[in-house]
Structure formats: structure tokens, C-alpha cells
């Protein structure tokens, strides 16, 4: 064990003992490795960087759904407070955790693959509590299309956002990196190849094509982009060097318009126009495009 232990706290949880000890020791300031990323963070990709790789959802809720419904059917037909109703209920417990244990494991192998290879990360500064409310409405004022957006809101809590973004925090500090947040507002909207923002931007939840100089891409991916640009701004807003991150905005300008298979293959479809590489140009001496 190292450093010194400063205290020791022990915890029942699904009836199994737990052990957690918190020492105190000094370490030098870590040099981080890599460069800047953003990243969106959705429900049919759970996590999409900017230089076009995601994380595919886990849904470990949805995994143990049918499991758990059952456990809770079996434990509603028993005598409450009985022996029988106790088994039932332990039942209940033992899901519960290995839904929160499974998606703790999932969250950590995903954050550590992160901060271990990123100095900077950029992530939109989402309001999970807002965006998972009911729509039912009253009854003066009934909600529209209740079933579909409660299975939304399911699938968003599912992820586990806020947990995410709570480990990235303390394992890019780690790492001698750091977090950045940025407003959500149009991401997923704006053209990162001639900054156009526009609704009709984005056709489908996946299909991204700018209206305006027709540059084609995963909607994801243009977000991710889009979030990396304001984060880079944001650092550049409070008189921050962002040399150290070039790397990262490069990367997305190249992802957003360049047409070449060289370093990696573009989208189906892209184009390159004069606006794309006047963009490219102006990323590559510092000029954002946001």
C-alpha cells in the first residue's frame, strides 16, 4: 500500500462487505501524452471523438431489464416482510448492483483508454436532469409521444453521462491533462467545414449534409468536431497557449474537409470546396472555426 492511510471505511452493499482505504502520499506532476480530442456523447454511439473513432453504448440496464422485471414480478407477489418476500428482495438487490457494476467497469476501461492517450478533452456541458424528463404532461395538457420519449430518457440514463465525465475529470488530472466544457448549443447543426448552421444540417439522427456547401459526415463526428473547435476557443478566450493541442485541431479540420485516403478514409460522399479549404487553412494557423 502507498502513502499514509488517513482513514478506512467499510460498506454493505447487496450483501456483500466492502473495503475502501484512502491514503495520502506526494507524486510528481505527470506530463500528459497526445493531443486534444472532443467528444459527443449520445445514445446510438455512446462516445464519438473527434478524429472519427467512438465507443459503442453498452446499455447495461437495458441487458438486465427482462432479468430484473421478473425478480421485481416474483417479489410483488410475496407476503411482505416474509422470509420469501426477503429472498425475493436480495434477488432484486443482486441485479441492481451488477447493472451499476457492469456499467462502472464499462465506464472505467472507456475513460482510462481516453486520458491516458489525450492531453485535452472537450465535452459538451449536457443537462442530463433536463434532458430525461417525463413528457406526460396533465391531463389539461396531455404530452405527444409519451412512449417513445420515456423510452429516450431510459436509454440516456442508462449511459451513465454524468459518471463519465466525473472520471474523466479526475484521471486526466491524473495524467497532467485536463477537461473542458462547452455549450451543447448546435453541435450537431453547425458545418465545421464552413461554419453554416442550420436544422436541416442534419437530415436523420446520423446523416450530417450542410446545406449550404454540401459537406457530407456523420452527424456524431460532426459534433465531436464542432465541440473540439469550441473548446480550443474557450481556451483561447481566457489568453491560454494552445500550441500543445495543435495536433487535435488539425486533426479535425483534416477530418472535415480534406478528401484524401492518406492518413484516413473521408466519408462517402465528402466534397472539397473552396470554403472547406480556406477552413483548413485557417485551423492550420490558429484561426477556429466554430
Excluded at 407477489?77 to 432484486?92: L, Q
Amino acid at each position: 500500500m502507498l502513502g499514509v492511510v488517513k482513514n478506512v471505511t467499510v460498506s454493505l452493499s447487496a450483501g456483500k462487505c466492502f473495503v475502501s482505504i484512502q491514503t495520502e502520499r506526494e507524486v510528481e506532476q505527470p506530463i500528459p501524452k497526445g493531443g486534444a480530442v472532443g467528444i459527443d456523447l449520445g445514445v446510438v454511439r455512446f462516445a464519438t471523438l473527434s478524429d472519427g473513432t467512438f465507443h459503442a453504448p453498452l446499455n447495461s440496464f437495458k441487458r438486465h431489464e427482462t432479468a430484473l422485471r421478473r425478480a421485481q414480478q416474483a417479489m410483488s407477489r410475496k407476503t411482505k416482510f416474509s422470509s420469501n418476500w426477503k429472498k425475493a428482495k436480495s434477488r432484486v438487490q443482486r441485479i441492481h448492483a451488477r447493472i451499476g457494476n457492469v456499467r462502472r467497469d464499462y465506464l472505467h476501461k472507456a475513460t482510462t483508454t481516453i486520458s491516458q492517450n489525450h492531453a485535452m478533452v472537450c465535452l459538451e456541458d449536457l443537462q442530463v436532469r433536463n434532458m430525461s424528463k417525463s413528457s406526460a404532461g396533465s391531463p389539461e395538457k396531455p404530452g405527444k409521444q409519451v412512449r417513445a420519449k420515456s423510452g429516450l430518457n431510459k436509454s440516456i440514463l442508462d449511459q451513465g453521462w454524468f459518471e463519465f465525465r466525473r472520471q474523466l475529470d479526475y484521471k486526466l488530472a491524473w495524467n497532467g491533462g485536463h477537461l473542458i466544457t462547452v455549450p451543447a448549443q448546435n453541435t450537431s447543426r453547425t458545418c465545421p467545414c464552413c461554419g453554416h448552421v442550420s436544422a436541416d444540417n442534419r437530415q436523420t439522427q446520423a446523416r450530417f449534409q450542410c446545406v449550404e456547401c454540401g459537406f457530407k459526415e456523420n452527424a456524431d463526428v460532426v459534433g465531436a468536431i464542432n465541440i473540439l473547435s469550441r473548446g480550443m476557443q474557450r481556451l483561447r478566450d481566457e489568453g491560454q497557449d494552445t500550441a500543445d493541442a495543435s495536433a487535435g485541431r488539425e486533426t479535425a479540420a483534416r477530418i472535415a474537409c480534406e478528401v484524401s485516403g492518406a492518413v484516413m478514409p473521408p466519408a462517402a460522399g465528402t466534397r472539397r470546396s473552396d470554403l472547406c479549404q480556406l477552413d483548413a487553412g485557417m485551423s492550420a494557423v490558429g484561426i477556429p472555426r466554430l
